[in-house]
């Protein structure tokens, strides 16, 4: 018989939750895990589908539909992310807006240890690191299913957006223990975690507050210039 590609015997891994029950347990699982990783799935501002991986690995898609709300998705989530030692991600930042979070040393962010290892790159998305660092091809979304809502893709191609979803994380865990010992051979791993992390939050919680300008200054500094 011949060995199927690495790719298919990936995918056949990664498993679609809808069922209440299912989640639940997926989430007490991850909550005794040292180490997972997760990649939020949103569109215009609303959660769709929550990507993790858990040592195995052990890959799961959960959909955002019926008793499974993006409340519980999220609140469950944050549970777990509080209780384990090492939390990989994509982009921090931007799935802060979802998740009650406080700084905290668990998380890396596979953004920016690819951008410190090379930041001259233009993208640093699940596909570049995958290609990169694991030397495998996955498909973008929009190779998947073009520009189509991605809440349309989850009802009318479920099996397409699976294996869409379940690389986000996958990737991720497969990755980071290689970013983080290039950081450490590199001699950034301090900056990472002093500098970078730290201001992601900072960050986050200035956009979220924001900033006041004095206007009447402000204007009077523009006609300076």
Not at 27 to 39: D, I, N, S, T, Y
Not at 67 to 80: A, C, D, K, N, P
Request: aromatic residues 10%; contains cysteine.
């Amino acid at each position: 018989d011949l060995e199927a590609p690495a790719n298919e015997t990936i995918e056949k891994g990664f498993r679609l939750v809808t069922d209440l029950g299912e989640a639940e347990n997926l989430f007490v699982k991850a909550e005794g895990q040292e180490r997972l990783a997760f990649e939020l799935i949103w569109e215009e501002k609303r959660v769709l589908a929550l990507s993790l991986t858990l040592p195995g690995p052990e890959t799961a898609v959960v959909l955002v539909q019926g008793f499974l709300t993006e409340g519980f998705l999220t609140e469950r989530l944050v549970r777990v992310l509080t209780k384990v030692k090492e939390a990989d991600c994509l982009g921090l930042k931007e799935q802060l807006a979802f998740l009650q979070l406080d700084y905290g040393e668990a998380f890396w962010d596979g953004e920016i240890a690819a951008y410190l290892l090379n930041p001259l790159k233009d993208s640093y998305s699940c596909k570049d690191l995958a290609g990169e660092y694991l030397n495998l091809s996955v498909p973008s979304g929009t190779e998947l299913f073009g520009k189509q809502k991605l809440s349309e893709v989850i009802e009318e191609k479920p099996e397409e957006f699976r294996i869409y979803a379940g690389y986000l994380s996958y990737v991720l865990f497969e990755t980071l223990p290689l970013l983080k010992k290039r950081l450490e051979e590199q001699g950034m791993d301090k900056l990472y975690r002093t500098m970078e992390m730290p201001l992601v939050f900072t960050l986050f919680s200035m956009e979220q507050a924001g900033v006041m300008v004095e206007a009447q200054e402000l204007k009077d500094y523009g006609d300076a210039l």
